[in-house]
């Protein structure tokens, strides 16, 4: 479907062509329904545009059975020319076994004569079986195509059949009234109006690579965050598996001698000193994982403000 007008043409040259394209094919629907477009004219319409007639279908029926039945007598053909061969391979070896035989000294030059001949007849016979065989395999995958076209002809005449519609032409398979919708008309940007495009598409990119920037930055704190609480973990542990135990309280009715005593007061002062040092080495590990924790902060801190100032300055 032509446009009733065509952009971009100040001179209107478009404008005629359209003209005469119209005029031409209006020209030529007239004669085509007179029946005056001469045969083999490139503009009569083809085939191609209207359903099979039966005679049509018929003719292409015949023609794949053509094939099938002419592949059958060339096999059958090659087949009996190969015993030919065969018997012609045969007189050749009989030929050469009694040219080379001692005993026919004297008739050397008759059987070389008669092996010659039989030589160059298998030659050209085999020559020719090769050209057969290539003909028959040429003929038997045309007729392997030939089975796959015949049943898409039996399916097109099948449904030409139920529509009545032999030798009609072929419904179009387009709208013939279609609905047109003005192209929306492209603006161009100014030289100003295109570098101010490109600010703003480049500060969207710096800006969605901050983003993932920052994004990596908070998973590596947290990842240090749960270093830093699992050695908090593991300090704690080892506290509450280490602890002081106080010493045993005195029997009903028995006496610890001295040499007891001294001993008891001498462990349970070493365990007290133990419990002291595993605080006190508590306390120094803990320290160090909120050390980690602030300095990581810091660290993500300090690293996101340098990327919002990269942001600041490309804008």
């Not at 065989?133 to 040429?138: D, G, M, P």
């Not at 519609?165 to 929306?184: H, I, R």
Request: hydrophobic fraction near 35%.
């Amino acid at each position: 479907m032509l446009p009733e007008e065509f952009g971009l043409d100040p001179k209107g040259e478009k404008k005629v062509w359209r003209a005469d394209f119209v005029k031409n094919l209006k020209e030529l629907v007239a004669k085509d329904k007179a029946g005056r477009l001469d045969d083999g004219f490139e503009q009569k319409r083809s085939n191609a545009y209207f359903c099979k007639t039966e005679a049509v279908i018929n003719a292409e029926r015949l023609m794949f059975r053509t094939r099938q039945n002419t592949l059958v007598s060339a096999k059958a053909s090659l087949a009996e020319f190969q015993k030919e061969v065969g018997q012609t391979k045969r007189d050749l070896d009989v030929a050469l076994a009694a040219w080379r035989d001692p005993a026919n000294k004297a008739r050397k030059e008759t059987l070389k004569a008669r092996k010659n001949e039989l030589k160059e007849k298998f030659d050209a016979l085999k020559s020719k079986q090769t050209i057969m065989e290539k003909k028959n395999a040429v003929s038997e995958r045309q007729c392997e195509k030939d089975v796959v076209s015949l049943h898409a002809l039996n399916e097109e005449a099948r449904q030409i059949d139920n529509d009545q519609l032999y030798g009609m032409a072929v419904k179009p398979a387009f709208s013939p009234s279609p609905e047109l919708k003005k192209a929306e008309n492209l603006k161009k940007l100014s030289d100003a109006e295109e570098v101010a495009q490109r600010k703003r598409d480049m500060a969207a990119a710096v800006e969605a690579a901050a983003i993932v920037a920052a994004a990596d930055l908070q998973g590596g704190v947290e990842e240090q965050h749960k270093r830093a609480a699992r050695v908090n973990i593991d300090t704690g542990a080892a506290h509450s598996t280490t602890s002081v135990t106080p010493p045993p309280p005195p029997g009903d009715g028995e006496q610890e001698s001295d040499d007891g005593d001294s001993d008891s007061d001498s462990d349970s002062g070493s365990e007290q000193e133990e419990g002291r040092v595993t605080r006190n080495r508590t306390g120094t590990i803990g320290s160090f994982g909120r050390g980690i924790q602030r300095s990581a902060s810091s660290d993500f801190e300090r690293k996101r403000m340098a990327v919002l100032a990269s942001l600041s300055f490309e804008r």
